[in-house]
């Protein structure tokens, strides 16, 4: 099983449409989560941590499933701006550096 | 906003040239990193640097790989003979003191062809 593993997508949606991301870690004892999202041939930039009760960004929310070792990035109202790849981070061992990337998932919004 | 600044944005080299890449990270963050992206491929972590030391590093970051503090503002990456397969995007990263495990921040990269 891949660290860090997300559907690579693409997922073609119009705007305004609800997209959810999933991602799941192998890593158990795994405890920061991310995501970021990269433009094409970007920086990946942090859009927003996730926390274990679930959090709100305006538009994007996360949650985390600690039992299924499942994170999930739902984004309501879709802009043609929100086209992007969406790479799911997580730092897998307690109190390490290391941060481990998923391949991430395309998103295109069209108008 | 403060942002981390790496140069050169771009850098071609020979085969087994020594290349060194510069990256200025946030001035108040205390924790600094080196990812490389090879072109269609996910990020991937080479090295992380706090105190004036290495705390952690991947398989990738073999003996070829050197990183430094040289001063209270640059961080750089040492490649010391560059292979084909180090062409890739390499991205400084840097966290604040207080948040090692919390969100890092990236430069805009410099990508490097080794011909």
């Known amino acids: 099983r891949k660290e860090v593993e997300q559907d690579p997508g693409p997922f073609n949606v119009p705007e305004g449409a609800t997209v959810a991301f999933n991602c799941t870690y192998s890593?158990?004892?795994?405890?920061?989560f991310f995501w970021y999202r990269q433009d094409c041939r970007k920086e990946p930039k942090l859009l927003m941590s996730?926390?274990?009760s679930g959090n709100e960004d305006g538009r994007f929310t996360a949650q985390l499933n600690r039992a299924s070792q499942y994170i999930s990035l739902l984004i309501r109202d879709s802009k043609l701006s929100d086209s992007a790849t969406y790479l799911c981070?997580?730092?897998?061992?307690?109190?390490?550096?290391?941060?481990?990337f998923g391949a991430g998932t395309r998103l295109f919004v069209k108008a | 906003e403060p942002e981390v600044t790496q140069t050169p944005s771009h850098q071609v080299t020979q085969m087994g040239q020594e290349v060194i890449l510069r990256c200025v990270p946030i001035s108040n963050h205390l924790y600094f990193y080196w990812y490389r992206q090879i072109l269609g491929q996910k990020v991937e972590f080479l090295v992380s640097f706090y105190n004036n030391e290495i705390s952690e590093k991947s398989e990738i970051f073999d003996d070829q790989f050197s990183v430094e503090r040289p001063d209270g503002s640059n961080f750089t990456l040492k490649i010391r003979s560059t292979k084909l397969e180090d062409s890739a995007m390499y991205f400084c990263a840097s966290s604040d003191r207080s948040q090692p495990l919390k969100a890092q921040y990236f430069g805009p990269g410099t990508r490097l062809l080794v011909l």
């Open positions: 996730v926390y274990s």
């Open positions: 981070v997580v730092n897998p061992e307690g109190g390490g550096f290391k941060t481990i």
């Open positions: 890593n158990s004892a795994s405890q920061s």
